[in-house]
């Protein structure tokens, strides 16, 4: 039983009163004096030369005060691979391509403005499916690299490759084997607030971006090089985040829409905003990464696994985000999801004329988890082993060092399969092929960081007033994650203070030391462990302070107690003991005696130290200030591609009952349990709240949400047509949260904020094969592919 | 553009505005009164971030033209506070138990559930969810926002 007051404990997030009166100020709400709207013109066409723009009509529109195309700009190259302009003046390569924009006096006169824009085109043939693209003589999306070289090939120059063991003898030593051919598709991370920034120079030509991002300095980074090469070169650019309407991957690289948002602001001299409605968020903005793999997994006659090869395409899309790399995400679990000697994997991403793709949450892991988890199902049955069985002979193990080179350190995988068969009723309930059925997957997903730039650091300043209040700075986002309250209660916790002492201040490149991003699940681990080592030092700054001033100011309590009452007697005290900081500590406000920590005089509130110490004139002044920068010892993955790239790394297993009606194909999911090794819950309630919305994503991942293209166009782009789950969609989930502690978090967390969501879907088509015998491996399982299945299984 | 001038009651107070005649109600609030508490998630109804309490009915103001306003009753989330500036029953509910995570559907789930309430003040589980069909939320499943419904709907 730990004696923390604060972590571990559901204090409720009342510090967020804003969100429920309305009061907070997210981008839709953000205005700045003399601001412009900007709106951009998307392409016609999935693939084409542009032939002629006319922005005549537009330019004359009363209220207009910019309308830019791809020649009124710097022909500079931005994304990832550096493979698009922020306007496309030659050729589109895609729908969402910008084609121009325009800034005005309002939302309706820049729409009107738009309207107005004359494109010409000539059609070129594109190519939509990866493997097509793959395919000699298929048409070429991009015929030029960055460096402006003929391309012959429309695959990526990003070789995802993994080798581990030995595959042949891997293969030698098993006993069975399974091959499947395995797809996900796109889905679109559905933030409720849309996209959106707020572009403003001074007269200077200082930058400052209201933005959404959740990875404030590498968005910093990528517009100071596209200032460097656009004349701006050694201009200031600061970064703000207003309050973030949901994130889930979208945030994380600079979209083209934040370089249109600058232009245009540069371009006017005014302020501009740029904020997408529902439409564009669904045709303009990179969805999650599709998918195909073909996997082959073997195992012994003991059934252990013996290897698992895996060659996976994905379709990239036009241009290069971060769904590119998703491939280093699927890694893990390919690598190291169970216990498995040899390990071949293949990734190879290919341009397409389709939308270009970016983060989720749970970036690349969701899509191989889904190839892994249904073929060990697969094997197990070939096996002859019950699917739960198999992967506990398989289970990661504390200790375990994966052909990744990940170390496991914490692992409370034993515990999370055992709690979902129980749970589940696995025993009772496996193998009826009666309609009903159960099914389980599990998962691991870095939690301790992820080192995927050089630094993966966090920093956090953290300073106290004479009132006893704490401000913190942080590095990160918030974007609805509970961390206002999470880091509160960490801080008070480590510095002795309250919660409700503390204010947390996000998202400023301005205020606040680097962080690389509040992605990965890495927040609470990261900002956790930075805000415990800079409230070690305020707090020694702190009990400095009382040593000098405690024994004064207890002497003068006395004083005025003799005042008061004459035939009070001092006490004979040895304050040498509370003279040194040494002999001192903080708890729940009070500053007590370590030794002793109920002496009836060497105990007192804090702000009444600070109050005396803090600023009090020449000489005597101090401030109570400290900061931390936490870069764990992890390591970038090398040449191989191996290397313990996160601290410590989340388990977890969900198991999932559904009922299928053969008739319709509709699956109902009558309980799902997620079993989650987060470490320690920080915030019981709040954590609960990471899972059970991840778990309804993961649900819509396997059975409802699909972005329809035809040809490159987003057919529908609206939430009639596009099936994200509601309310009426009663999904009963019970949470099993397993605590083994982690010796690296920050009292001993976990990140647990993508988990839940990446195993869901194996779980829900493992459970489908239990209930009707049908397996279905393309996401996500509708009815009619539920039904179509069953047609071809007669 | 055309004007329409329309006068109705706002959190209580009588209000008059003057606006093009295509804007409708979530318009009118953000841009005309400054509550910008009701969002808008899609523009088209189907969301349910813009919704506000018209004479007692929860309706998605995003598609609610303005002209339609003359003479209603209209509450926001801005609006259901006490006097005294205590939270409504709901907003310390869905504080207290997690039912917002970023926040930009919490408005109108809190609205669609104050509709609910209003008039049914002892719901089932069934009723909450029917209340907040219309309301999408992409961080919570629902869940926490069920359960402080229904927290309360007990006080």
């Known amino acids: ?102 800034a005005a006096i309002s939302l309706e006169i820049a729409q009107e403005a738009i309207d107005l824009i004359e494109v010409e085109y000539e059609e070129l043939p594109a190519v939509f499916d990866p493997v097509e693209a793959m395919k000699e003589g298929a048409p070429l999306v991009h015929e030029v690299d960055a460096r402006g070289k003929p391309v012959r090939t429309n695959i990526l120059p990003l070789p995802w ?28 991370q559905c933030c409720m607030g ?14 400052t971006l209201y933005n959404q991002t959740n990875v404030i300095f590498g968005d910093k980074g990528r517009i100071s090089e596209y200032f460097s090469q656009i004349g701006l070169k050694g201009k200031k650019i600061r970064v703000i985040n207003p309050i973030v309407g949901g994130s889930f991957g979208t945030k994380l690289d600079t979209d083209i829409y934040e370089f249109i948002c600058i232009q245009l ?15 564009e968020e ?120 994966t052909p990744m080179r990940l170390k496991i350190t914490s692992c409370g995988l034993e515990e999370c399969i055992e709690s979902v068969k129980e749970s589940i009723g696995w025993g009772e309930k496996k193998g009826k092929k009666n309609g009903r059925g159960v099914g389980m997957a599990s998962l691991i ?13 966090h920093g956090i300043m953290v300073k106290v007033d004479e009132n006893g209040f704490v401000d913190v700075i942080e590095s990160g986002t918030d974007q609805g994650q509970g961390s206002p309250t999470v880091i509160s209660q960490i801080v008070a916790e480590s510095l002795g203070f309250r919660p409700e002492d503390v204010s947390v201040i996000f998202g400023d490149t301005a205020l606040s030391l680097w962080d690389a991003g509040t992605h990965a699940s890495r927040h609470t681990f990261m900002a956790g462990n930075a805000a415990i080592r800079a409230c070690e030092k305020a707090k020694k700054q702190i009990l400095e302070m009382a040593a000098d001033y405690m024994p004064q100011l207890i002497k003068s309590g006395f004083k005025k107690m003799m005042k008061k009452n004459p035939e009070f007697v001092e006490p004979e005290l040895d304050y040498s003991l509370i003279s040194d900081p040494a002999n001192l500590d903080i708890r729940d406000r009070m500053v007590f005696l370590k030794r002793d920590p109920s002496h009836p005089h060497f105990n007192m509130e804090v702000s009444q130290i600070l109050r005396r110490g803090l600023h009090v004139g020449t000489g005597e002044s101090r401030v109570v200030a400290a900061e931390a920068f936490y870069d764990p010892p992890t390591e970038t993955l090398d040449r191989e591609l191996k290397g313990n790239l996160s601290m410590t790394y989340a388990f977890g297993t969900t198991g999932v009952e559904v009922e299928v009606d053969r008739e319709t194909g509709e699956v109902k999911i009558l309980k799902l349990v997620a079993a989650h090794d987060v470490g320690k819950a920080m915030n019981p309630t709040l954590l609960l709240g990471q899972v059970y919305g991840a778990v309804y994503t993961g649900v819509g991942y396997g059975l409802t949400e699909e972005i329809k293209l035809e040809k490159g166009r987003v057919m529908n782009p609206n939430f009639l047509d596009y099936k994200m789950l509601t309310a009426m969609d009663v999904i009963p989930i019970e949470p099993v949260i397993v605590e083994p502690g982690d010796e690296d978090g920050p009292y001993g967390a976990k990140g647990v904020g993508e988990p839940g969501l990446v195993p869901t879907a194996p779980a829900i088509a493992n459970a489908i094969y239990d209930a009707i ?17 069953i047609k071809n299984s007669k | 553009m055309k004007k329409v001038s329309v006068s109705f009651t706002l959190n209580g107070d009588p209000v008059t505005a003057e606006v093009p005649v295509t804007w409708t109600l979530l318009k009118t609030l953000r841009e005309t009164f400054e509550f910008t508490g009701a969002k808008e998630g899609c523009g088209v109804g189907e969301c349910g971030a813009c919704t506000v309490i018209v004479n007692g009915n929860a309706v998605n103001s995003c598609i609610f033209p ?42 109108g789930m809190i609205m669609s559930a104050k509709a609910l309430l209003d008039n049914n003040p002892n719901p089932t589980e069934d009723e909450i969810r029917t209340s907040i069909a219309g309301n999408l939320c992409r961080c919570t499943g629902y869940v926490q926002i069920v359960e402080a419904i229904k927290m309360a709907a007990k006080k």
């Open chain 1, 1 to 102: 039983m730990s004696d923390h007051l604060f972590v571990g404990k559901s204090i409720p997030r009342t510090i967020e009163t804003d969100k429920v009166t309305g009061r907070a100020v997210y981008i839709d709400d953000f205005k700045r004096p003399g601001m412009l709207y900007g709106k951009i013109l998307y392409s016609d066409y999935a693939h084409a030369r542009i032939k002629r723009i006319d922005t005549g009509k537009a330019e004359k529109l009363p209220g207009v005060r910019a309308v830019l195309t791809g020649k009124d700009i710097p022909d500079v190259r931005v994304g990832f691979l550096k493979d698009q302009t922020v306007l496309k003046k030659d050729v589109v390569r895609q729908f969402r391509d910008e084609v121009a924009a325009v």
């Open chain 1, 773 to 789: 015998g049908v397996r279905i491996r393309d996401l996500p399982i509708t009815p009619e592919k539920v039904l179509e299945a």
């Open chain 1, 445 to 457: 997903h870095v939690a301790g960081g992820a080192r995927v730039t050089l630094s993966d650091g």
């Open chain 1, 265 to 279: 602001a540069l371009n006017t001299g005014r302020p501009v905003k740029i904020l997408f409605d529902r439409e």
């Open chain 1, 194 to 207: 849309t996209s959106g920034c707020i572009a403003e120079f001074d007269m200077n030509k200082n930058l």
């Open chain 1, 161 to 188: 490759k993994f080798q581990a063991g030995d595959i042949e003898q891997g293969l030698k030593e098993s006993a069975f084997t399974v091959k499947d051919n395995v797809s996900t598709t796109w889905v679109n």
């Open chain 2, 66 to 107: 303005i002209a339609e306003i003359e003479g209603k009753s209209v509450v926001t989330v801005e609006g259901i506070a006490d006097k005294d500036g205590n939270l409504h029953p709901l907003q310390q509910a869905f504080l207290e138990n997690n039912g917002v995570q970023c926040g930009f559907c919490t408005s």
């Open chain 1, 282 to 401: 669904f045709r303009a903005l990179p969805p999650r990464q599709p998918a195909r793999f073909t996997i082959e997994q073997g195992c012994d006659s003991e059934g252990r696994l013996t290897f698992r090869k895996i060659e996976a395409i994905l379709d990239n899309g036009a241009y290069t985000s971060w769904g590119a790399t998703t491939p280093s995400v699927m890694m893990m679990p390919v690598s190291s999801l169970y216990r498995v000697p040899n390990i071949y994997y293949q990734a190879t991403c290919v341009y397409t004329n389709n939308i270009y793709c970016q983060a989720m949450r749970g970036y690349g892991n969701p899509q191989a988890s889904f190839a892994v988890e249904t073929s060990m199902d697969t094997l197990a049955e070939k096996a002859g082993i019950d699917p739960a069985e198999f992967r506990m002979i398989n289970r990661n193990r504390p200790g375990d060092l």
